[in-house]
């Protein structure tokens, strides 16, 4: 039994994804050279970006982790999210570097947005490795894309199904026979 099995199709192969996040890598290294930025990273899908992401980076960087769930349920989502782990360091001053995984809605971030602009930072720049423009609800200013990808409910490099398949090494689509029924959000 392997999580390749669940897998309907490879979106985005190992490759794929490493060329473009050596892309986005030195664009960020080019961009933010001597300014010190901090990473933001939302848990827990964009572990394997921000680990693959900063390798990428021949800078000085520093990162913080947030973690936040969506109080919505079911196919309805209310845009309010909760706040399971906050940042550890004050981002006063600083140049911010928000990480995230996959921006669908774009309610996370445009709750996150928000929160962090209260903080107080330098600046706050937003890089995404999956863009799926299809069910935005808020209008997200991403500033660094990695793909833009269709309304399909994908798995792996980080990102869940039912807290499974976040090893995969690749972006792949869910069997429907696994989630048999509605499809899952996201
Ligand atoms: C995913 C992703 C974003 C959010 C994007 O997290 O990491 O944070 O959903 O969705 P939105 O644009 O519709 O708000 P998820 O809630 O699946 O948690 P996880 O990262 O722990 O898997």
Redesign the pocket.
């Known amino acids: 039994m392997s999580p390749h099995d669940d897998v309907e199709e490879i979106l985005l192969d190992t490759e794929t994804i490493a060329s473009r996040v050596a892309e986005l890598g030195a664009q960020l290294t080019a961009d933010f050279g001597d300014r010190d930025p901090v990473l933001v990273s ?5 572990l394997v970006f921000l680990a693959d992401l900063i390798r990428a980076m021949e800078m000085p960087v520093s990162i913080d982790l947030m973690e ?3 109080y919505g349920s079911g196919t309805e ?1 209310s845009g309010q999210v909760r706040i399971l782990k906050d940042l550890s360091g004050p981002i006063e001053g600083r140049h911010v570097i928000v990480v ?10 445009n709750y996150l947005l928000k929160y962090l602009a209260d903080k107080a930072p330098a600046s706050v720049r937003i890089v995404c490795l999956l863009d799926k423009p299809a069910r935005r609800l808020a209008e997200i200013p991403i500033d660094y894309r990695g793909f833009t990808i269709p309304d399909r409910f994908v798995i792996g490099y980080g ?2 199904y039912d807290e499974r398949y976040r090893n995969l090494p690749y972006i792949g689509v869910l069997k429907p026979a696994v989630y048999a029924g509605a499809p899952p959000e ?1």
């Open positions: 939302v848990l827990k899908g964009s936040v769930s969506s989502t995230e995984d996959i921006i669908d809605t774009g309610l996370t971030l990102l869940d996201g």
